[in-house]
């Protein structure tokens, strides 16, 4: 699925139900990923590349913590919410405490190559496919 | 401090509103906390991937009504291969019932958190009485 964005309303729409779709998806299952704790994350192929983005709102870049070690990605980190204390409190629906998730992916990834961003609440990691695992082209004689 | 605590999941739920969209996409309720100090309300909605200029904010007749619009162009090229959570735009509206100085509503964002800022008129604000 590719997105086009002639009628930005109409694709939001389709890339959103292309979202649900995966939402059964078993691609990840088959390792321990530990799946639906915090942080959530959806998985995107780009060309050969994989792309991991997980919405992490209110955590500083300094709270989290990224290791790769062969196809194993872990995410941890702690959220905090302050309040001043003598604030009456009317409403609490955000989260804080601390996470740590392993997403273990089904195809080899280049550890060197793996690239994080952070920006506006949204982790963004870039995952070169490992060189060994990109499919060949095979010449048929 | 950070809570020692695991971090639980909070599921994104779907905007329901009275009036229906006429575009079929869905939108989301950013999470959000609400406190009142003596001279303040204070407003913090989580909406992670809008960026400060596509949110909007507006006051009228008591009720605050935020949207944030994500900016959908940076998933192009991207095809999902397994999902966890579904990408929108984010609304929210609240009826106040302290009266809030219009004028003087300030806002932030951090990390894809806004915090709004609501002075209390004047009157609103609690006096102290004393009694000679």
């Not at chain 1, 590719?2 to 649900?20: C, I, N, R, T």
């Not at chain 1, 078993?26 to 990923?33: F, T």
């Not at chain 2, 949207?67 to 009826?95: C, W």
């Not at chain 2, 806002?107 to 000679?132: F, H, M, N």
Request: with cysteine.
């Amino acid at each position: 699925m590719v997105v086009l964005l002639s009628d930005p309303f109409e694709a939001l729409f389709k890339f959103q139900q292309g979202l649900d779709a995966f939402r059964t998806s078993d691609w990840l299952q088959s390792g321990p990923s530990g799946g639906g704790s915090y942080p959530l994350v959806n998985v995107f192929r780009k060309g050969d590349d994989l792309v991991i983005i997980a919405e992490v709102p209110g955590i500083d870049k300094s709270n989290l913590e990224i290791q790769v070690k062969g196809n194993t990605l872990r995410i941890a980190g702690a959220k905090s919410v302050n309040y001043p204390q003598e604030a009456g409190l009317h409403r609490r629906e955000r989260l804080a405490g601390r996470f740590a998730r392993a997403v273990t992916l089904p195809v080899g990834i280049e550890a060197d190559g793996v690239k994080a961003e952070c920006r506006d609440g949204i982790l963004v990691l870039r995952l070169p496919r490992a060189e060994r695992d990109k499919p060949k082209a095979i010449k048929v004689e | 401090m950070a809570d020692p605590k695991e971090l639980a999941v909070r599921d994104k739920q779907e905007l329901v509103t009275k009036e229906e969209k006429t575009v079929p996409a869905r939108y989301y309720v950013p999470s959000t906390d609400i406190y009142e100090t003596e001279d303040a309300l204070t407003v913090v909605m989580e909406m992670p991937g809008v960026e400060k200029k596509d949110i909007t904010v507006g006051l009228e007749n008591d009720r605050l009504r935020v949207e944030g619009q994500i900016d959908f162009s940076k998933y192009e090229g991207l095809e999902p291969v397994y999902t966890e959570f579904n990408v929108g735009h984010y609304a929210r509206a609240f009826m106040l019932s302290s009266k809030i100085d219009q004028d003087k509503i300030s806002g932030q964002v951090e990390d894809g958190v806004l915090t709004l800022t609501l002075p209390k008129v004047k009157e609103a604000q609690p006096r102290r009485i004393t009694i000679s």
